[in-house]
């Protein structure tokens, strides 16, 4: 009679961890919701569009890329009705100053400084 020891189990081999694709867009679109807080809402819009569509044809949906436009949107929005606010303002008190001369003048309660 013989005798047999137990064989112990064979090792499988070990595969490499399949890593999950990235998104090509994700880094453009977190760059598009930060731009339009540093005055580059145009840059911003940009960026979030093409990071958009890097995402779509990787397949997947960028949300930063989504928020970043609609951010960039609204601050060029802002942007322009300051500018048109800020361009009415300074129309409006060079043509006082011109009617005024120069000097200081009171008018309505408003105080104009008019130089020469």
Do not use: W
Request: include cysteine.
């Amino acid at each position: 009679m013989s005798y047999q020891q137990p064989q112990q189990p064979v090792p499988q081999p070990v595969g490499y961890p399949v890593q999950a694709q990235q998104d090509p867009g994700k880094v453009m679109g977190i760059l598009s919701i930060v731009l339009p807080f540093v005055f580059l809402g145009l840059v911003g819009l940009i960026l979030g569009i093409i990071g958009l569509n890097k995402s779509k044809k990787a397949g997947f949906s960028n949300a930063p890329a989504v928020i970043g436009i609609v951010l960039s949107i609204l601050a060029i929005i802002g942007s322009i009705i300051v500018g048109v606010v800020l361009f009415v303002t300074l129309q409006h008190v060079l043509q006082t100053c011109a009617e005024l001369g120069p000097g200081t003048h009171v008018r309505g309660g408003v105080t104009y400084t008019c130089g020469g």
